[in-house]
C-alpha cells in the first residue's frame, strides 16, 4: 500500500517544546541548520525514487528560497507550515488568517508554487480550533493534515480516528487526512505516525503499525518528521527533562530509521494518496467524531 511521507521544514528553534526558549524576536539571531538536513532528507528520497509532501514554513521560505525551489524541483509536493509557528488555538481567527496569507505568500515567492495542503504546528487544529479549517477553505486550501487523532497534554482529538475523510465546512469541503495511530484494546490508540514516537521508539514499533494500518484495517498511513530530527549536532535550547526528551531523544539513531522505513514501505505525497475532494462533497460534517 501506498503510504504518505511528510517533512515539516523548520528550523532547530520552531518546536513548541523549545518556543519558550527562542522566542520569535530572538530567532533572527540564531545559527540555521535547517538547509543540510534537509538536502540530505532529498538526497535519500531521491536514491529511494520516493516523492513526499513538505509542509514549509513560511519564516524559512523568505529566508531560504533556493532551498524551496530545490525541494519543488525534486518532484515534491509544496505545502505550508504556518508563517510563524504559532498554535492555531492560541491565536484569533483574524490573526491566523493573517498568518495563513503571509505564510502562502512567502512559499509563492519562493517556488511560484501555490500550496493546497496545510499542516498546522504541533497539530494545534484541536476541537476548540476546528474553526480553522473553514479559513483554510477561504484560503484556497484543498487538504488539511494537522489533526492527531490521540490523546496529548499539547495537541490531540481522541476518537477521530486515522482514515482520511472529506469535511464540510460553511465554506466548503476540505480533505483531512490525520496523522497515524492503530486502535488497540478498547478506546485505547497508540500513535504511529513518526515524529518524536519513530525517535525515541524502538524501530518495530512504528514498524508495526504501519503494517497493522495497511493490512488489518487496509488504509494508509501518514508519516511525518522534521529536518532537525535527523541532525544530532542542534543546540540544545530546550529545558526540563521532558522538553529535552522530547526534543533531543533518539537524534543520533533517527535517520537510519527512516532509512529503513523508506526501504520496507512504499510512500508518496499527500496529494497522491488522497486526491482533492470534489467541490460538492460532503461526506462528514466538522466535528471531533
Known amino acids: 500500500m501506498l503510504n504518505i511521507i511528510s517533512v515539516d521544514v523548520e528550523e532547530y528553534f520552531h518546536p513548541s517544546e523549545v518556543a519558550r526558549f527562542a522566542p520569535e524576536d530572538q530567532w533572527a539571531g540564531l545559527p540555521s541548520r535547517v ?28 529566508r531560504y528560497p533556493q532551498l524551496v525551489r530545490e525541494i519543488a524541483a525534486g518532484g ?33 515567492d519562493a517556488c511560484g508554487v501555490s500550496p493546497r495542503a496545510y ?21 484556497g486550501f484543498t487538504h488539511d493534515s494537522s489533526i492527531y487523532p490521540i490523546s496529548h497534554d499539547r495537541y ?20 483531512e487526512v490525520p496523522i497515524a495511530a492503530v486502535k488497540l484494546s478498547g478506546k485505547r490508540v497508540a500513535p504511529v505516525g513518526g515524529g518524536a514516537y519513530l525517535r525515541l521508539l524502538p524501530y ?14 487496509q488504509q494508509p498511513a501518514c508519516i511525518y518528521l ?22 533531543y531523544g533518539g537524534l543520533s539513531g533517527m535517520e537510519r530509521k527512516l532509512e529503513r522505513l523508506m526501504s520496507e514501505f512504499q510512500f508518496s505525497t499527500l496529494g497522491e494518496v488522497h486526491p482533492a475532494p470534489e467541490p460538492s462533497a460532503s461526506r462528514s460534517a466538522v466535528s471531533p467524531g
Open 76 to 108: 515534491h509536493e509544496i505545502a505550508c507550515h504556518s508563517y510563524a509557528h504559532r498554535l492555531v488555538y492560541d491565536l484569533t481567527p483574524a490573526e491566523f488568517a493573517a498568518d495563513t496569507k503571509r505564510a502562502v505568500a512567502a512559499i509563492e
Open 119 to 139: 499542516r498546522a504546528p504541533s497539530y494545534s487544529i484541536v476541537t476548540r480550533s476546528m474553526w480553522a479549517l473553514e479559513i483554510l477553505i477561504q484560503c
Open 204 to 217: 518495530r514499533y512504528s514498524a508495526a503499525g504501519i503494517r497493522r494500518l495497511n493490512y488489518e484495517e
Open 156 to 175: 490531540g482529538i481522541p476518537g477521530f480516528g486515522s482514515n482520511a475523510r472529506t469535511l464540510r465546512t460553511p465554506s466548503g469541503p476540505i480533505l
Open 226 to 247: 522534521h529536518p532537525w530530527e535527523i541532525d544530532p549536532g542542534i543546540p540544545r535550547l530546550a529545558q526540563g527533562w521532558i522538553s529535552r526528551l522530547r526534543t
Open 35 to 62: 538547509e543540510e538536513p534537509t538536502r540530505r532528507i532529498l538526497h535519500l528520497f531521491a536514491q529511494r525514487e520516493t516523492r513526499g509532501t513538505f509542509f514549509i514554513l513560511g519564516w524559512v521560505a523568505e
